[in-house]
């Protein structure tokens, strides 16, 4: 399962037989996009498009980039900040 905000980019050849669908993912991934945006880009449930990147990264036709684990260390580090902030009101 992809995670909303993890990096979707168009790396392969498309094959003739895309879908319409799978035809618009590659169209907006040639930049870097989350699976999110791409869900509102598509006007589709997010649940459908990550079975379409599924698909699509097992073809070789995208690369999917998750967010560095780094960042989940700082947000901690924040969100204790922030705990111990409202303790002291």
Do not use: C, W, Y
């Amino acid at each position: 399962m992809f995670d909303l905000v993890a990096t979707v980019r168009a790396i392969g050849d498309p094959p003739g037989e895309l879908g319409p669908e799978q035809q618009l993912i590659l169209r907006a991934a040639r930049n870097p996009i989350s699976v999110a945006d791409l869900a509102v880009e598509l006007d589709l449930p997010v649940g459908v498009v990550r079975v379409l990147l599924g698909d699509m990264r097992d073809h070789g036709l995208i690369s999917v980039s998750s967010p560095s684990s780094g960042g989940s260390r700082s947000n901690e580090r924040i969100l204790k900040e922030v705990i111990n902030g409202l303790r002291a009101l």
